[in-house]
């Protein structure tokens, strides 16, 4: 006899099937961003500000690229170069979760280094999964003892896989396929892996097999270096994602003008960065509408950004959104001003891009998590290269063009100044520098005096006849260390600091830095974004007659340096008055020749080709006449400079103070000149020495 009737055995046989078909329906097709909002939980470990669950307010000009990733979407390469606190990495982020959790799909994140792609992980990718119910059920755990679960580089989830890897090694791209591909920060991949060649090119066979079912790149970045090309017409090379960007059509935001967009004859306009250049300190940051002459501030803009969500019916009944503006060679195909009529927005929309892939272009101006004050204060200043480099990658969201010029020799002797005098500090300097360059048979060394904000003048320069292991070669140089200079002002300046370059004779180098404490062994460090000089381990060294010497090396920045010279100091020195007294600007003696010049200027930064294939894969710095030890002596000085705080700002010595000590050195000396009152002795007692004298007069140099 059946506990159950047979109605209700259908009933319960239909709710079986009911849910059984429930369970296989597939989800209902969305979009990227309508997926995710809502759904994805934001915690406070990704460094949020808006923890919780995911929401498109103040950030929804992220959608349309996010959603150009989707499945059924045309595009194959995507691309999206901006500025830092963008959220633009959240792109890429959440299109890796989609394809985890909904169309289960293969992806790779591909960043600079297998450093970096544990960071993102742990930063950014990660945290999201572990916060969202939906997202730990299908993407298994990271675990150690099952084989089946993830780990911290490699993602499973029924249908796929995901993978974070470095582009430092070919290693990862082993026997792998990807559908979707992210690659993040471009500018700071190596240019050839091994002997595999462009990481790029590598990335890009991964997804052959996909190729037909829909591969889809995602290129993201903030932008690096870009440099003219001499063969290709002056075309800008060197910055991966800016290439891509400008292969694309070029997409900018067009917002809602707060003033005129609802009114007949209302505008949308970009906020081209070029509007808020010149905006003095105390005045309200701010842009002029073209069209009415509106002022746009700060307080504007969240309203204006919410315009462009594109599937929400604009507040006020007008959309802002992404416009391509490429510039195109077919008359009937312009591109956009900066500013275009409400009406004509659709219209603008469609401008056909000509087979372009769709490329995007957002700097901080737009950002929710950025004020205006802000980036009017960054751009202010910007008044080094160095400082124009960060403001143009970091707030702009642009690549910065580096022009390393080649100073014109006979304007720098035109440039020379006869009041200086050799061996004499100038009025306004107080600290000395010197570095020395060792040859074959000579070293060559120069002094520089340093002022407040890196204002800098060379006031001795010597050659020393021998090579390394002769002793009279380091007996001058312990002397060069131990002098005095005489001041314009009265009194004297002791050298500071001298750096020894250890690149050539190194084992005596070593042994006579380790001696001298005043003394560095410098080791020149290939390579940009380097520190001017940074502290090295100690390292020990075997010599003749099995000495062992151990001595602390110290690691300069030279491409960065031999930059600033070129593109900064040396054109800082050819402006103005002569003489005239101006930050970081250098002063060049009478006394200097033309060779002084010739070796300064002795360099120049050439792109580096593959000898088989043509294809650039480096660029380095190269010599382009016959001698160089200028320019070295003088990156070596401005690395020391650095190091004492000169020209770094806050950290800046206290000039005033070290004048008012040579001051007070000076009158204790003259004291000593003078004849003593009467009843005293004749014969004043001999000023005692400093610490530092006597501790200079204990050391000998001897090997």
Not at 111 to 119: H, Q, V
Request: aromatic share 8%.
């Amino acid at each position: 006899m059946s506990l159950f009737s047979s109605a209700e055995l259908a009933r319960q046989a239909a709710s079986l099937v009911m849910a059984m078909a429930t369970a296989v329906t597939p989800a209902p097709d969305q979009m990227i961003s309508a997926w995710a909002e809502g759904r994805v939980n934001i915690p406070g470990e990704t460094g949020t500000t808006r923890e919780g669950e995911l929401s498109w307010d103040g950030f929804e000009y992220l959608i349309e690229p996010l959603d150009r990733l989707h499945p059924d979407d045309p595009a194959r390469t995507v691309t999206f170069v901006g500025s830092a606190q963008i959220a633009k990495t959240t792109i890429g982020v959440l299109a890796t979760l989609y394809y985890s959790a909904v169309v289960a799909r293969p992806w790779g994140v591909a960043l600079p280094s297998g450093d970096e792609a544990l960071k993102y992980n742990r930063t950014k990718w990660q945290p999201l999964v572990d916060a969202t119910p939906e997202l730990r059920r299908k993407i298994r755990a990271v675990t150690s003892r099952d084989e089946q679960g993830s780990t911290n580089t490699y993602k499973r989830f029924p249908g796929g896989y995901g993978q974070f890897f470095g582009t430092t090694s070919a290693k990862p791209l082993q026997m792998v396929t990807f559908c979707l591909v992210v690659k993040e920060e471009t500018p700071n991949w190596s240019v050839s892996v091994g002997d595999r060649g462009d990481p790029h090119k590598q990335i890009k066979v991964r997804q052959l097999q996909w190729e037909l079912a829909g591969a889809k790149t995602f290129h993201n970045s903030t932008p690096g270096l870009v440099r003219r090309s001499e063969e290709n017409e002056g075309e800008l090379t060197g910055c991966p994602v800016t290439a891509d960007y400008r292969l694309g059509d070029q997409r900018r935001l067009y917002l809602p003008c707060p003033h005129c967009s609802g009114l007949p004859g209302g505008v949308l306009i970009r906020l081209d960065r070029d509007m808020m250049m010149g905006v003095e300190k105390g005045e309200t940051p701010h842009f002029n509408c073209p069209s009415c002459g509106g002022v746009i501030e700060h307080r504007h803009k969240r309203a204006m950004v919410e315009a462009c969500h594109p599937y929400r019916e604009p507040a006020h009944g007008v959309r802002g959104g992404w416009i391509p503006t490429f510039p195109s060679t077919d008359p009937d195909n312009p591109a956009p001003s900066a500013f275009i009529a409400v009406s004509e927005y659709e219209a603008w929309r469609e401008r056909p891009t000509e087979g372009r892939q769709p490329s995007y272009h957002a700097w901080q101006v737009v950002s929710d998590a950025v004020d205006w004050a802000y980036i009017a204060e960054q751009i202010r200043d910007a008044t080094d290269e160095e400082a124009k480099i960060a403001l143009h990658q970091q707030i702009f969201g642009e690549a910065y063009e580096v022009t390393v010029q080649q100073a014109d020799v006979d304007k720098l002797l035109e440039r020379r100044d006869g009041r200086f005098t050799k061996g004499v500090v100038p009025s306004g300097y107080e600290i000395v520098t010197i570095a020395v360059d060792l040859n074959g048979d000579w070293a060559q060394w120069t002094a520089y005096a340093w002022g407040p904000e890196a204002e800098h003048v060379p006031i001795d320069k010597g050659r020393i006849e021998g090579g390394p292991s002769e002793p009279q070669i380091w007996a001058e140089l312990a002397e060069l260390e131990r002098r005095r200079w005489p001041h314009e002002d009265g009194g004297y300046v002791a050298t500071e600091v001298q750096g020894v370059d250890s690149g050539y004779g190194t084992f005596h180098v070593y042994a006579y830095c380790s001696a001298h404490g005043k003394s560095k062994a410098l080791d020149g460090a290939d390579g940009w974004g380097r520190m001017p000089l940074r502290r090295g381990a100690k390292q020990k060294l075997e010599g003749p007659e099995g000495r062992v010497v151990s001595c602390r090396t110290w690691r300069v920045g030279t491409w960065d340096l031999k930059r600033t010279l070129m593109n900064e100091a040396i054109p800082l020195s050819l402006e103005g008055e002569k003489g005239a007294r101006a930050p970081r600007r250098p002063h060049w003696p009478g006394w200097v020749e033309r060779d002084f010049f010739e070796e300064l200027t002795g360099e120049a930064l050439v792109s580096v080709q593959d000898s088989k294939t043509g294809v650039v894969k480096d660029e380095a710095w190269v010599r382009v006449r016959r001698r160089n030890e200028e320019l070295d002596l003088w990156v070596y000085n401005r690395a020391l400079a650095a190091s004492l705080g000169i020209g770094v700002p806050g950290a800046e010595p206290d000039w005033l103070e070290l004048a008012r000590r040579r001051q007070a050195e000076k009158a204790g000396l003259e004291a000593l000149w003078e004849r003593p009152p009467a009843g005293q002795s004749e014969t004043p007692s001999a000023p005692a020495a400093s610490s530092a004298e006597v501790a200079a007069a204990k050391k000998k140099w001897s090997f």
